[in-house]
């Protein structure tokens, strides 16, 4: 009976022993399990409750730099870390990681974009739409906006409006570079009367934004496409084709309708979308052309005395207007515009979030096993940081159009109209729009800055006071 009893209490004994045993084991593995299933995040602060960082990230600073914001979290994170921007957000100033996100849109990560912009351009928009709705109008914009029409229909348009806005200018006359560039910027809405009207609204609705999203709500900015001033002029323009008294090439609205029969909701996605980004792009980039020159004499002279040559050229061939022949000469304008668009920063950050569980593994990062992006979670990508960055350009703050000359502007190095699948369509236009005006701006004015005022970026790049100057007329005889 003992020995039966110790053989039971042994018994208990090793069963117990193996139960502790397993439990033991299946804790530690629980344990093992839940650690490798925790994201592996960058180093970062979400910073305060419900706002994160997001007032820090959005402060004033100078677009020539990358923020005080930026520079302090990347000196002390690194070139990618986490923070909480409007929700959890990845940041990055790293140029291989951002390259990675771009390339894998519409796969990993997609188009993220504030409740305000989606808001004000509609969810149909160029601007707003991803996928295969944005390869459609991606591709209808890029073939209306082809060398070909560049060369033989916006030349034209975008030579006229330049001697429009100059022509109005009076020796010693003191204006704002910033009005004048939004006169220039507003050349699209190319019919009569309707250009002050489309000017005002860009410039009104570029601004909001930029803006936080509850500004808009309580400022009650919501635009209808369908109802807003353009949707209007829009209409007024379709029964002129109607009636026979607009030929139906003329402009792009009347190409969408007569080439591609496109419906008018589609068209006026279309029209919104390039009418918004090329506004603010060619207004913003060609008031900073004229805040850079004004403190750099020995570009402008250096601009001036290669605008001098075309137009004696342009003279001797017995013609009265530019052609694409002396766009392609102007080898120093385009170092300018490079130069302009590098420095300016007019698009600071693209924003991206992740649409799968993505794990990154790069020579930047910290953390030898790589990082890990939740699903869900935003990515910053500051492009700013590219044109800034010491190692690829020599003292990357200061204006210096000659570091271009015999360098191509590699879509690596340079980045001020976006990249990947989103690259801009409206692109070449907006330079050539750029060497265009500064042909006959050097050609029959100089001119002085009233104040030294450098810009700000908030997140958009803006003039506070309007870039006051004062003109002054050039005797070419």
């Known amino acids: 009976m003992e020995a039966h009893i110790n053989s039971i209490d042994l018994s208990s004994l090793s069963l117990l022993l193996l139960l502790l045993v397993l439990s033991s084991i299946l804790f530690l593995y629980g344990k093992q399990g839940k650690r490798k299933s925790r994201p592996n995040l960058p180093p970062g602060s979400m910073g305060w409750p419900f706002i994160g960082e997001t007032f820090a990230m959005l402060k004033y600073h100078s677009p020539f730099s990358l923020g005080r914001y930026l520079e302090d979290h990347t000196h002390r994170y690194g070139k990618i870390f986490k923070s909480n921007i409007g929700g959890p957000t990845i940041v990055s100033t790293d140029a291989a990681f951002n390259r990675f996100i771009l390339q894998n849109e519409g796969r990993l990560f997609d188009l993220s974009f504030p409740e305000t912009v989606r808001r004000i351009f509609g969810e149909r928009s160029l601007l707003t739409l991803s996928g295969e709705g944005h390869k459609e109008l991606r591709s209808i914009a890029l073939k209306f906006l082809s060398n070909d029409k560049l060369r033989t229909r916006f030349l034209p348009d975008v030579e006229h409006n330049v001697l429009q806005v100059i022509n109005s200018w009076k020796d010693g006359l003191c204006i704002s570079g910033t009005e004048e560039a939004i ?5 699209k809405a190319r019919n009569r009367g309707h250009k002050g009207k489309i000017c005002q609204f860009l410039a009104r609705n570029c601004n909001r934004a930029s803006q936080f999203p509850w500004n808009s709500i309580l400022e009650g ?4 496409i369908s109802d807003c001033e353009i949707g209007r002029i829009v209409d007024l323009r379709m029964e002129e084709i109607r009636q026979g008294e607009t030929k139906g090439d003329s402009d792009m609205l009347c190409w969408c309708l007569t080439e591609l029969k496109l419906p008018k909701e589609k068209i006026l996605d279309l029209l919104l979308g390039l009418l918004f980004g090329g506004f603010e792009t060619s207004s913003v980039a060609l008031s900073l052309t004229i805040f850079f020159l004004g403190h750099c004499p020995r570009a402008f002279q250096e601009l001036r005395n290669e605008h001098i040559g075309i137009a004696r050229k342009k003279t001797e061939r017995g013609a009265t207007n530019l052609n694409w022949e002396d766009y392609k000469q102007m080898e120093f304008t385009h170092c300018v515009v490079k130069e302009t668009l590098r420095l300016g920063n007019i698009v600071k950050f693209l924003n991206r979030k992740a649409i799968e569980e993505v794990h990154y593994q790069g020579k930047s990062t910290i953390n030898i096993e790589g990082y890990d992006i939740p699903r869900g979670w935003k990515v910053f990508l500051v492009i700013s940081s590219l044109h800034l960055d010491g190692s690829i350009y020599k003292d990357p703050q200061e204006f210096n159009p000659w570091r271009w000359q015999n360098k191509s502007a590699s879509t690596v190095d340079l980045m001020p109209f976006g990249g990947g699948q989103r690259l801009c369509p409206g692109a070449e236009l907006t330079k050539m729009e750029l060497a265009i005006f500064l042909h006959h ?17 908030f997140p958009n790049v803006v003039f506070q006071e309007g870039l006051p100057i004062q003109v002054f007329k050039i005797n070419n005889n």
């Open 183 to 187: 006169k220039h910027g507003a050349w």
């Open 441 to 457: 701006l050097v050609l029959n004015y100089r001119w002085e800055l009233r104040n030294n005022k450098e810009p700000t970026a």
């Open 221 to 224: 900015s919501q635009v209808s």
